[in-house]
Nanobody, 123 residues
Framework: QVQLVESGGGLVQPGGSLRLSCAAS????????MGWYRQAPGKQRELVAA???????NYADSVKGRFTISRDNAKNTVYLQMNSLKPEDMAVYYC?????????????????WGQGTQVAVSS
C-alpha cells in the first residue's frame, strides 16, 4: 500500500507564493511520473504540472512561468512552488504518482492520489 501525503496549502493574497509538498511512503519499488492536479468548485480536475523520474517537466499553459515543479527522488517527494498566485489558481490541489510496488511475482504499477490540499487566493 502506498500513501501520498500533501502539505503546504493555505490562504495567500494575490501575487503571493506557496510551496506544496507531497511525500510518498509505503511499499515502493520505483516512482515514474509525479504530478500536481487541481480542481476548482464546479470544474473538472486538471493537470497543473508533472515531472518524470529523469526530471522532464510539463506545465499547464495557465501556470507556465509562475509555477515550478521539482522532486527529490531519494525522499520520494514532489514539490510545487507557486509564485504570482492569482484568484483563478484557487482550488484543491492533488498530488499524483505513478508508483511501482513489489509483489511476490514481480512489480505492479498503480496511479496513486493524495487527499488534496486547499489553496485559497484572496485579498
Amino acid at each position: 500500500q502506498v500513501q501520498l501525503v500533501e502539505s503546504g496549502g493555505g490562504l495567500v493574497q494575490p501575487g503571493g507564493s506557496l510551496r506544496l509538498s507531497c511525500a510518498a511512503s509505503g511499499s515502493i519499488f520505483s516512482i515514474n511520473t509525479m504530478g500536481w492536479y487541481r480542481q476548482a468548485p464546479g470544474k473538472q480536475r486538471e493537470l497543473v504540472a508533472a515531472i518524470t523520474s529523469g526530471g522532464s517537466t510539463n506545465y499547464a499553459d495557465s501556470v507556465k512561468g509562475r509555477f515550478t515543479i521539482s522532486r527529490d527522488n531519494a525522499k520520494n517527494t514532489v514539490y510545487l512552488q507557486m509564485n504570482s498566485l492569482k484568484p483563478e489558481d484557487m482550488a484543491v490541489y492533488y498530488c499524483n504518482a505513478d508508483v511501482s510496488s513489489p509483489t511476490p511475482w514481480g512489480t505492479r504499477t498503480d496511479m496513486c492520489w493524495g487527499q488534496g490540499t486547499q489553496v485559497a487566493v484572496s485579498s
